[in-house]
């Protein structure tokens, strides 16, 4: 929910220097110790819902005028309306109010620590942001991302990495309405009810920990498993050429369920997705990869078909199949009796953490500190409050 002049200083940003590190940020310590807030889109495109929870009070945040509040357990129902939002029978005219309580929150099953904010998504559907303490939502989303019963030191990498990243989120969005998305196109959250104590102290004993280059809090991304070998940034994003993340060998996430798979569909299907994503093909005769990254990932195949020959990004392939479907771009691919076969190795885009290769490095007595500078060689280990 940027501004369009938010929008123009970032891509202004990143054209004249994330060759390297010009569109990155510096660290900020937090004063006194004090934790940082993170704003979550927690649901979006929302046409209605119902909050529980007790002492519901509820703010216009404009004004900071209290609507009303509810001094009892009590649940309440929300839906955008011409002029404001409908809450139970009365419409407010507001597009936009926050809701405390004197516990946690509870939505659609889950519930929810910190202040909701409710706004105006589209004309006819609402957004609900979670704004809570940086820590209380590492601890939520471990169990999301990995196991917290997983080797202690795999979790607190996966704590700082994710840390890292929400802070980097924050500071690249100072612009925009929330930090971070819930879901794997940030990090996976979805509330408290993952929380348990092996999380909590993983977050604990890594408490304020970042990931930094050169005085910058990085871009900490990461995936599932890299398949042997982690991918460069530059591959996948060409603006964001990072020293640390240029690939490195991995061998320790074989164990991951997912190392090795294949997946098949049928020639017409195929032919039919890249028809409705905009592909200009007509019976498909032959596909060949025609370039590769360093790390063996597909990063540019050719399509033959009756129309002549046309070319697909890799990346673009696996978004158009299906990331669960087409694990990682780190495939071989054939056609044989009107099927297509692919076989292959990883999951995910293969950038930075490697979460299983986490996990067997740990297991095989590595701390946190050495797996974090195993898959972002160069970076230190700051503490910010």
């Not at 009303?68 to 404001?84: I, M, N």
């Not at 990461?222 to 640390?244: I, K, M, Q, V």
Request: positive net charge; hydrophobic residues 35%; charged residues 25%.
């Amino acid at each position: 929910m940027g501004t369009a002049s938010a929008i123009i200083k970032r891509f202004t940003c990143c054209l004249l220097g994330s060759l390297i590190w010009s569109c990155s940020y510096p660290l900020q310590e937090s004063k006194a110790g004090e934790i940082p807030r993170i704003r979550v889109a927690i649901f979006k495109d929302l046409k209605s819902f119902t909050v529980s929870g007790k002492g519901i009070v509820l703010r216009d945040v404009k004004t900071y005028r209290k609507l009303f509040s509810t001094p009892a357990e009590a649940s309440l129902g929300f839906q955008a309306a011409p002029g404001g939002l409908r809450i139970n029978r009365h419409i407010y005219p507001t597009r936009l109010l926050s809701i405390s309580s004197e516990g946690q929150l509870k939505i659609k099953g889950r519930q929810f620590r910190g202040k909701l904010e409710i706004a105006e998504d589209k004309s006819d559907s609402l957004l609900i942001i979670d704004e809570l303490d940086l820590e209380q939502y590492l601890v939520g989303l471990i169990n999301l991302e990995i196991s917290s019963q997983w080797e202690i030191n795999a979790v607190k990498a996966q704590a700082v990495v994710a840390r890292t990243y929400a802070l980097y989120q924050k500071q690249r969005r100072q612009e925009e309405f929330y930090d971070l998305e819930a879901s794997v196109l940030d990090q996976v959250y979805a509330g408290s009810n993952p929380e348990d104590q092996r999380a909590r102290y993983a977050v604990r004993q890594s408490r304020g920990e970042v990931l930094s280059y050169r005085g910058r809090v990085i871009p900490a991304y990461f995936h599932s498993n890299c398949g042997g070998r982690t991918e460069a940034s530059r591959y996948l994003w060409s603006r964001e050429d990072y020293p640390f993340l240029q690939g490195t060998k991995c061998g320790f996430c074989t164990e991951a369920p997912d190392y090795f798979w294949s997946y098949h569909l049928p020639l017409r299907e195929l032919e039919r997705t890249l028809v409705k994503k905009g592909v200009r093909v007509n019976g498909i005769q032959s596909l060949r990869v025609i370039k590769r990254s360093s790390s063996h990932r597909v990063l540019l195949m050719e399509v033959t078909s009756k129309l002549g020959k046309t070319r697909l990004r890799g990346e673009k392939l696996r978004q158009f199949l299906g990331n669960t479907r087409l694990k990682s771009t780190n495939f071989q691919v054939k056609i044989e009796a009107g099927e297509v076969y692919f076989r292959g190795s990883g999951y995910g885009h293969g950038v930075g953490l490697c979460q299983w290769g986490a996990k067997g490095m740990a297991e095989k007595g590595y701390d946190y500190q050495s797996i974090l500078k195993h898959y972002y060689p160069g970076v230190e280990i700051k503490k910010l409050y």
